[in-house]
T-cell receptor, first 113, second 115 residues
Framework: KQEVTQIPAALSVPEGENLVLNCSFT??????LQWFRQDPGKGLTSLLL?????REQTSGRLNASLDKSSGRSTLYIAASQPGDSATYLC????????????FGKGTTLSVSS | GAVVSQHPSWVICKSGTSVKIECRSL??????MFWYRQFPKQSLMLMAT?????????EQGVEKDKFLINHASLTLSTLTVTSAHPEDSSFYIC???????????FGSGTRLTVV
């Protein structure tokens, strides 16, 4: 059964720092991997989706990489801002495309000004 | 992009009553929707998979008689928490995948408090 782990569980940084959030998974036979952001008491906002055939995806200050063979993905946030403070979740389909997502426990990021 | 609307965003109910939560796909048809539950400081846990026109598939440990799911159309799935108790208080969130898009879209969630 696929398991998803995110490290660190929490992270506090000053504004302007570059940071890396880590996600690991046990079964490398994945269809894709998706990074989400969740603000307190809110739903999930999709940040980046990486297909299994891709190595990375970029959106603005965010860059997500995928290494299937090692079962790892990283989310890189450049020049962090207080508005980036949120919980970041990594998720993968439990099976083939269209199946439910399995989530990591998330990394809670706090960026201070 | 694909949008999923979830209502209500929060609800407070008395113990023993039932609460219905709606999840709608606004600009696409979703034959399958997913219902998740999230406890404070925990990640999302899948409760059930809602299939249009057929019975929902529940995860192990989820009481199907307590959490009734109806997916009567291609754009609407509902979750009814029956005879709610304080331990059912949680954050419930639905999700769907637009067939034209690879990723999943989530509703804004419903905070249920049972008093």
């Amino acid at each position: 059964k696929q398991e998803v782990t995110q490290i660190p569980a929490a992270l506090s940084v000053p504004e302007g720092e570059n940071l890396v959030l880590n996600c690991s998974f046990t079964d490398s036979a994945i269809y894709n991997l998706q990074w989400f952001r969740q603000d307190p008491g809110k739903g999930l906002t999709s940040l980046l989706l990486i297909q299994s055939s891709q190595r990375e995806q970029t959106s603005g200050r965010l860059n997500a990489s995928l290494d299937k063979s090692s079962g790892r993905s990283t989310l890189y946030i450049a020049a962090s801002q207080p508005g980036d403070s949120a919980t970041y979740l990594c998720a993968l389909p439990s099976g083939q495309a269209g199946t439910a997502l399995i989530f990591g426990k998330g990394t809670t990021l706090s960026v201070s000004s | 992009g694909a949008v999923v609307s979830q209502h209500p965003s929060w609800v407070i109910c008395k113990s023993g009553t039932s609460v219905k939560i709606e999840c709608r796909s606004l600009d696409f048809q979703a034959t399958t929707m997913f219902w998740y539950r999230q406890f404070p400081k925990q990640s999302l846990m899948l409760m059930a998979t809602s299939n249009e026109g057929s019975k929902a598939t529940y995860e192990q440990g989820v009481e199907k008689d307590k959490f009734l799911i109806n997916h009567a159309s291609l754009t609407l799935s509902t979750l009814t928490v029956t005879s709610a108790h304080p331990e059912d208080s949680s954050f419930y969130i639905c999700s769907a995948r637009d067939p034209g898009v690879y990723g999943y879209t989530f509703g804004s969630g419903t905070r249920l408090t049972v008093v």
